[in-house]
């Protein structure tokens, strides 16, 4: 019998109510009895975190963020103790653990830690008794041991770094999809699934708005060499494989299409073209945890230039005031933020040895009367930035393009 040791993670859709629970367990239930030690990652059932935040609104607008991560947590812990009591009752031994009681140790950011170092030690005791182990997602503690929930994708980022602490050459993902397809199967039914992609097309289509995997455990499955294998948790078939790129050996031109609908553009005119001024600006906004994305500088004219550039709407309260007040200092006095843009893209590992694929992206949208208003590359991606009542159309035509 085999001792292999299985890392799965199964999401808020998969263990959503006791009957799909009781399925979760079978399905574990099938790799205990091949003889393999099986550690299951689990998130809070269905919309229960969103419930849980909206509790907290009822009472506060701004809550500490600690008590936030106190109450947060607490989804999880209902998940793990019902599917440890339906294996039980399937009479395979199970023990549920939260991120404290396995002491997953954290940067301390509340809402958003970052994973430091997992102890396996209560995990190896507890195959050595011959038993699976069930474990929080999304949750760690500091050195303080506060509990610190690590923010969105929290419970694939749990899985992936547990799959690396205890060695698995495996991270299996169950979701309510069967795999990774090139666009957003929903919206293009001629969207094909893939069997394999590699860590860096997964990174950008995940940052890229793709909701299949979180790119922080993207990330880490990168780091620690682990696969993730993305998979459907209402079927057995197979799904795709997230993996290095020298293990894949036919790369696709383009991998995948995608829309990101939830930015903004900020415009900034006539900023003096002198140096660190962008940088006071940029800095300013990292400060204050505001992510930055497509970044276009014109050329300078007469000493002054415009910058713009793409931030998420939900950073734009944080951002606003640092925006207009740059403005003031180094501009014209007024930041123009648009809201109604979506940033469409084109990835592929293989645009590393093809040519052309902007020159064919552009055309395809210029067939469609979509104007493009900026553009943002790197080695394996092309973005640009259209109005956002035009996002579907585009990704439409460049798949017809690009895939097919």
Avoid: W
């Avoid at 199967?185 to 289509?205: D, F, G, N, S, V």
């Avoid at 415009?267 to 992510?291: E, W, Y």
């Amino acid at each position: 019998m085999s001792s292999k040791i299985v890392v799965q993670k199964y999401g808020g859709t998969s263990v959503g109510d006791t009957t799909k629970i009781k399925n979760v367990a079978k399905r574990i239930k099938r790799y205990h009895d091949e003889g393999q030690k099986v550690a299951v990652v689990v998130s809070a059932m269905g919309h229960t975190t969103d419930e849980l935040v909206d509790l907290a609104d009822q009472i506060s607008k701004n809550p500490p963020k600690r008590e936030m991560d106190m109450l947060l947590s607490t989804g999880e812990q209902v998940s793990i103790a019902l599917l440890a009591i339906a294996l039980n009752e399937l009479g395979v031994p199970a023990q549920s653990f939260t991120g404290s009681q396995l002491k997953i140790l954290t940067d301390g950011n509340f809402s958003n830690g970052k994973i430091e170092m997992i102890d396996r030690s209560r995990i190896d005791e507890a195959f050595n008794k011959g038993k699976v182990v069930i474990v929080a997602g999304f949750q760690g503690i500091d050195k303080d041991e506060n509990i610190v929930t690590l923010g969105r994708g929290g419970s694939d980022t749990s899985a992936v770094a547990l799959a690396a602490a205890l060695g698995a050459d495996e991270c299996e993902i169950y979701t309510d999809v069967d795999g990774v397809y090139t666009a957003d199967p929903r919206k293009i039914p001629t969207a094909k699934m893939h069997k394999q992609i590699t860590y860096e097309e997964m990174l950008e289509l995940a940052s890229l708005g793709a909701g299949v995997l979180h790119s922080r455990s993207v990330e880490l499955g990168m780091n620690y060499n682990v696969v993730i294998h993305v998979r459907s948790s209402f079927h057995d078939k197979p799904g795709t494989l997230v993996m290095s790129e020298d293990k894949i050996m036919e790369k696709m031109k383009v991998s995948g299409v995608t829309a990101k609908g939830d930015q903004a553009r900020v415009t900034i005119a006539d900023v003096k073209d002198k140096p660190g001024i962008a940088a006071d600006l940029f800095t300013q906004l990292s400060n204050k945890d505001v992510i930055v994305d497509v970044i276009v500088q014109s050329s300078p004219r007469d000493g002054i230039n415009t910058i713009s550039f793409t931030i998420a709407k939900k950073d734009i309260g944080a951002a606003k005031p640092i925006i207009e007040a740059y403005a003031k200092d180094h501009g014209n006095g007024k930041a123009e933020i648009d809201e109604n843009i979506s940033i469409v893209s084109a990835v592929g590992v293989g645009m590393k040895s093809h040519v052309g694929v902007a020159a064919k992206m552009f055309q395809s949208l210029a067939e469609k009367n979509i104007n493009i208003e900026m553009i943002s590359t790197s080695e394996i991606k092309i973005s640009c930035v259209i109005k956002q009542n035009q996002a579907e159309d585009a990704v439409k035509a460049l798949h017809t393009t690009f895939i097919g």
